[in-house]
């Protein structure tokens, strides 16, 4: 996310109607009138400013893989979010708009997890290309049903779609999970690395066990059954 800065108009428009105020009751044509005009403007305009100052929102940044069909795909999937948070808006049912929310937070922690990492874009193809897509056609249905619902009609309906999104609700989670986990998996493999090089590079104090001290660490039951030969 990041802030922009919306500028008001409304000031402008303030100043506009003060001068033009000035120039119909007092004329424009002297050098007084003017003087006038640009001091009533000036302070409609700040009038304007302190009654409709400029807006600071906050909105989201355009993806920065380093892939570019990555990027088209995160900026398509963040435009079906927001149609899907759109169709939530619309539905009033509170059990079925909380799994929504879910739904909409949980795809938005797998697109940041694809911005950070790329290369797992194999394994969110049907994903984004689907999933998201179905999800978004389910909604989208029941928004428009929703004035029928609201009158106790397409109940068998609407009961349907909650449980779908019971289910992809669900799905959502572990996909995510499965993201997580084979994230943590690369970093192991990383560590893993860095780790042999720096013991082939002498870099480590860590000294390699003795064969019989790893022979007791690694078999808690060495030497039990030896201690009466003795």
Same mark, same amino acid.
């Given at each position: ?11 402008? %428009?303030?100043?506009?109607?003060? %001068? /033009? ?18 001091? %009533?403007?000036?302070?409609?305009? $700040? ?5 409709? !100052? ?8 355009? !993806?920065?893989?380093?892939?570019? =069909? +990555?990027?088209?795909?995160?900026? =398509? ?5 927001? $149609?899907? $948070? ?24 797998? /697109? ?5 990492? &790329? ?18 056609? /389910?909604?989208? #249905? ?15 309906? #609407?009961?349907?779609?909650? =449980?779908?999104?019971?289910? %992809? ?7 995510? @999970? #499965? ?8 970093? =192991?493999?990383?560590? @893993? +690395? ?6 082939? @590079? ?8 003795? &064969?019989?001290? #790893? ?6 039951? $060495?030497? /039990? ?6």
């Amino acid at each position: 996310m990041e802030k922009k800065t919306i500028r008001s108009g409304a000031p402008f %428009v303030c100043a506009g109607a003060g %001068v /033009l105020l000035v120039a119909l009751t007092l004329g424009i044509g002297t050098v007084a009138q003017y003087i006038i005009a640009a001091a %009533v403007g000036a302070a409609a305009f $700040a009038v304007g400013r302190k009654a409709f !100052p400029d807006r600071v929102v906050e909105v989201e940044r355009a !993806p920065q893989s380093g892939n570019a =069909e +990555v990027d088209a795909l995160i900026a =398509e999937a963040r435009g079906q979010l927001d $149609a899907i $948070a759109a169709a939530n808006d619309a539905i009033a049912e509170p059990e079925l708009s909380a799994q929504i929310d879910d739904i909409e937070a949980t795809c938005r922690r797998i /697109l940041a997890l694809l911005e950070e990492q &790329p290369n797992m874009l194999s394994s969110l193809r049907t994903f984004l290309r689907y999933y998201l897509p179905a999800t978004l056609k /389910l909604l989208d #249905a029941r928004a428009r049903l929703e004035n029928e619902v609201q009158q106790g009609q397409n109940a068998q309906i #609407a009961a349907r779609i909650r =449980e779908a999104m019971a289910a %992809v609700q669900t799905a959502f989670h572990k996909q995510l @999970d #499965a993201l997580s986990e084979y994230r943590f998996i690369n970093l =192991e493999s990383e560590m @893993d +690395v860095l780790a042999d090089m720096l013991k082939s @590079d002498g870099l480590t104090d860590e000294a390699p066990a003795a &064969p019989q001290e #790893a022979q007791k660490e690694e078999d808690p039951f $060495a030497g /039990l059954f030896t201690q009466g030969e003795k």
